[in-house]
């Protein structure tokens, strides 16, 4: 399910139509549109709990952006921008509303509201917002708020596992052949990396050469199946049946907003065929 919602949900940050909708609210620039939709559900934040919450980025990006970014665009503006950005690349991509897409939007948006949202900042911040009435805008949203309600137990992992920042993004990145996007893109410095990977050989998580060893991979392993087990509960409440007709009739959709997706990519996601 996650790579099905995901992909629906990253058109906000590689379509066309959506980095348009950023710079028209004054957000020019690839990551200031990243940084205010993402944070906007949580109002005009300062850059700690952006910090805390995104996980994964170098506390230096993060205060380049925020809160720069709400002299710009107020929260609401952003909200709106993002919102408008994603349905239009959504329309773009699906040659606007149908009886699938309306359905999906609706089974979608069921699911969102089950997701329960103690501990889950960014999950509660989305799930809090009105929903669109519109059936694409819908569906983005509801999609949207599946995946920061996931993303929120993934960091609840990491935290746990003692992987939280910097050393989560070397580890991912060696177990993934350490594609080159991957430091840039959350603004850890050479310097930084370097001592990560020195600290994760501590750990014996990585060898001498960086290569995860047995037990990296088993420590990230284990992450991922308390993320799945934590992300469990909304498609058990749902339902098999239901859960596996949004399954359907996502994954057309998915596949088409698949070839949007830089690979690699900054966030991970595997490239649907």
Not at 24 to 40: E, H, I, K, Q
Not at 109 to 115: F, I
Not at 160 to 178: I, R
């Amino acid at each position: 399910m996650w790579a099905l919602f995901e992909h629906v949900h990253a058109v906000t940050y590689f379509a066309p139509e959506a980095r348009a909708a950023f710079e028209a609210a004054g957000l020019r620039g690839f990551w200031r549109g990243y940084f205010a939709g993402r944070a906007a559900p949580l109002g005009p934040v300062n850059a700690a709990p952006v910090i805390a919450l995104f996980n994964v980025f170098a506390p230096s990006m993060v205060q380049r952006a925020i809160p720069d970014v709400w002299s710009r665009a107020a929260p609401d503006e952003a909200l709106v921008a993002r919102r408008d950005g994603a349905a239009a690349a959504l329309r773009t991509l699906t040659g606007g509303p149908s009886d699938a897409i309306e359905e999906a939007a609706e089974l979608a948006a069921r699911a969102a509201g089950l997701a329960s949202t103690e501990g889950r900042a960014l999950g509660a911040a989305n799930a809090a917002l009105p929903m669109p009435t519109d059936p694409v805008a819908r569906l983005w949203q509801a999609t949207t708020t599946l995946r920061e309600h996931r993303g929120d137990g993934h960091v609840a992992a990491l935290v746990a596992a003692g992987l939280s920042g910097c050393l989560a993004v070397v580890l991912k990145a060696a177990l993934e052949g350490y594609p080159s996007i991957y430091g840039p893109a959350r603004g850890w410095p050479e310097e930084q990396w370097a001592a990560t990977r020195e600290a994760l050989t501590a750990r014996d998580l990585l060898a001498s050469d960086g290569v995860p060893t047995d037990e990296g991979r088993a420590a990230y392993g284990a992450v991922e199946e308390i993320t799945d087990r934590l992300a469990e509960e909304v498609w058990d409440r749902l339902g098999s049946a239901a859960t596996e007709r949004l399954a359907e009739l996502l994954r057309p959709l998915a596949r088409t907003a698949s070839a949007l997706m830089p690979d690699p990519n900054p966030i991970g996601l595997p490239r649907l065929t």
